[in-house]
């Protein structure tokens, strides 16, 4: 029984080693930067994030709706300790919250925090090499919900 369990354990963290993205793999991630828009009616969100450089890729976002902001976000990907990749955003009025990369490719990025309320998923998948689509999910009373953002590259706008 011994034996059973020490071989289940080391095959575990063997299979958990070679999944888990390594501090080069943010480098994968190339495919979010730059300047990205959704509009519906009234409202445009923009996001916006810097090639990945030095082992973190800043980003921010803005949803406006007519003429008044409605929310903001400081976001950053970053190589955390021991080499895994996490996604750390700070949104208007609310504490800080990490997510840890548990996928990660040339056109797909899966971060997760089973403990936050929501969202507990955070996603983006190149579709195309203009457009990315950004999904939050998570469990609220239960039941599993999600939120689409398709977003269309944009020129960078600024001085």
Known sequence: MFRLTTAL???SLTLGAAH???AASIQQLAFMGGCWEQRSG?????????????????????TVVRDTTREFEQLRIETAPGGTVRYVAHPSGQAEASFAGITLSDT?????NLAHDFPQRIIYRAAGRD??????????GGTLRGIDYPMRRVPCAGG
């Not at 409202?43 to 994030?49: D, K, L, P, S, V």
């Not at 797909?108 to 997760?112: I, P, S, T």
């Open 108 to 112: 797909l990025v899966v971060f997760e």
């Open 20 to 22: 888990a993205p390594s």
């Open 9 to 11: 354990a080391i095959l």
């Open 42 to 62: 009234a409202r445009i969100a923009h996001e916006q994030w810097m090639a990945p450089l030095g082992g973190v890729m800043m980003g921010m976002s803005r």
């Open 131 to 140: 457009s990315l689509k950004a999904r939050i999910e998570g469990t609220r």
